[in-house]
């Protein structure tokens, strides 16, 4: 999936570990095969030379600028200091809609790790609407048991009282 | 495809069955009978369950034809967790007041699970030397999602027609493709069934999609979310039965599997185990997860995606 603006890049990124894709796809309709995995990108790729970037401009308004945006992060685990690499697509709308992440990992504990739950650094997940998803059914916390939802109604309105 | 939908309410909860070949009342009957004679067996809110026996007191207890599965798997995931999953936790869920009559008033402190390895399986009969309270509600709703596609599937073949089947009890899903259905990708008409997980913070937003092929490990996918059955600060289903205390971390767990009571016991496991051991677990099952933890300051999230997770996550 293309980024929806020129790139910007906060910290460049040397791509070194084998790469765990995370394609998204947000959008009404969209109706790719839901692979997750392979795909190693070429926008992490040309990045290669290193540095330590901070060339993004990020106007923006106090709404979010759309683009693809790279980071780099650090941990301390048992074995030892470790990173992992970050290229984000985000909507103007804040949504995320792409997200790689790459383990920097040596360690071979933490490469088991990383490698698990590469996909488990956002700070917030924020995910996407439902209506534009293209799904049969939902499996989440709005469905409750009715019983379950009356008893707590029962309880509001007693305390109401 | 989802011709023939049919609705109702059991065991507390919405069903949706869904099938190619339209339901005939044979079929219709037959599923009402088999969700009856669950719910009676198993129900901690119905007198006369196999839960009133237990509770009433220590003994050899005839257990339900259908209860082997059901036991193995606890028996699996207790050992699993260290005794944190147990269907024994029945006690400290009455303690925090889910009851038979939903009092949902916590009394002070918590009530710890009497010990499950002390109880002995000797089929058919659950050998007890205290009484305690049953409760299977942690994989019984998924189990009976499974019993109720074996019902449809073999009934409509009763009938000389076959087709895809899809059991829907309000999230916990069994999706069976039609018998010769490759169920891959690549192959016309078989994209399979694609499952929002709903965030259980933000309704109406997802976390991923997950497709259900509806062969092999991917036919059944369930899940669970604390925030789904809150009736306090902090006070929801999910208990560590060694304490009987409600856990905190988690906030959301969906499993795809092969059945939906692996999916459905694996969903609550999940939440009481830390991500290595999760890994483990699920890969011993065959099954693969998506886990939404809070964030480890307290604020925020953290995604746990099975490398393997038949689907799309946007973390």
Redesign the interface.
């Known amino acids: 999936m293309a980024s929806l603006s020129p790139a910007r890049r906060w910290f460049a990124v040397v791509a070194t570990a084998s790469t ?1 894709a ?5 959008g009404v309709g969209q109706s790719d ?5 392979s795909s190693a990108d070429d926008s992490s790729q040309d990045a290669g030379s290193g540095g330590d970037g901070g060339s993004g401009t990020s106007e923006g308004s106090g709404t979010f600028t759309a683009g693809t945006y790279d980071a780099e992060g650090g941990y301390t685990s048992p074995g030892g200091e470790q990173s992992v690499t970050v290229e984000a697509t985000i909507a103007e709308d804040g ?2 809609e792409e ?1 790689e992440v790459t383990p920097g990992a040596t360690d071979p504990t933490s490469e088991r ?1 990383q ?3 590469a ?13 534009g ?16 939802n ?3 109604e029962d ?1 509001i309105a007693e305390a109401q009282a | 495809m989802e011709d023939g939908g049919w609705t109702f309410e059991a065991i507390g909860t919405r069903w949706r069955i869904s099938t190619e070949v339209p339901l005939t009342s044979t079929v219709v009957r037959a599923v009402a009978l088999r969700v009856d004679a669950f719910d009676r067996d198993w129900s901690r809110f119905r007198a006369g369950s196999v839960v009133d026996a237990v509770r009433a007191g220590a003994g050899r207890h005839r257990m339900p034809d259908d209860a082997g599965p059901l036991l193995d798997l606890y028996d699996r995931l207790h050992a699993a967790t260290g005794g944190a999953m147990s269907p024994a936790v029945g006690d400290g869920l009455e303690h925090l007041g889910y009851d038979a009559a939903y009092s949902l008033r916590p009394r002070p402190g918590h009530r710890p699970a009497a010990d499950w390895a002390a109880v002995r399986w000797e089929p058919p009969h659950l050998v007890t030397t205290e009484p305690f309270v049953l409760d299977v509600g942690a994989a019984g709703k998924g189990y009976l999602a499974d019993l109720v596609a074996d019902v449809v599937v073999r009934t409509q073949r009763e009938e000389g027609a076959s087709g895809a089947v899809t059991v829907d009890a309000s999230g916990d899903l069994v999706h069976r493709a039609a018998p010769g259905a490759t169920g891959g990708t690549g192959s016309a008409g078989a994209a399979g069934l694609r499952v929002a997980l709903e965030h259980p913070e933000r309704p109406g937003y997802a976390v991923g999609v997950a497709t259900l092929s509806g062969v092999g490990a991917a036919t059944a996918l369930c899940g669970s979310a604390t925030n789904r059955r809150t009736w306090g600060d902090g006070v929801h289903h999910v208990l560590d039965a060694r304490t009987g205390a409600p856990v905190d971390g988690v906030l959301a767990t969906w499993v795809v599997a092969g059945s939906a009571l692996v999916a459905d016991g694996l969903a609550t496991a999940l939440f009481l185990l830390d991500p290595d051991d999760a890994a483990a677990l699920a890969g011993d099952l065959g099954a693969s997860y998506v886990r939404l933890d809070r964030g480890p300051t307290g604020s925020g999230h953290r995604l746990l995606v099975s490398p393997d997770f038949p689907g799309e996550v946007f973390a």
């Open positions: 765990l995370l394609t998204t796809a947000c095969d839901a692979d997750t995995g949504t995320i997200i790790y490698g698990q739950f996909d488990g650094i956002a700070d917030e997940v924020v995910g996407q609407p439902i209506d998803l293209d799904v049969s059914v939902v499996s989440g916390s709005s469905l409750t048991s009715g019983g379950f009356a008893a707590i309880i």
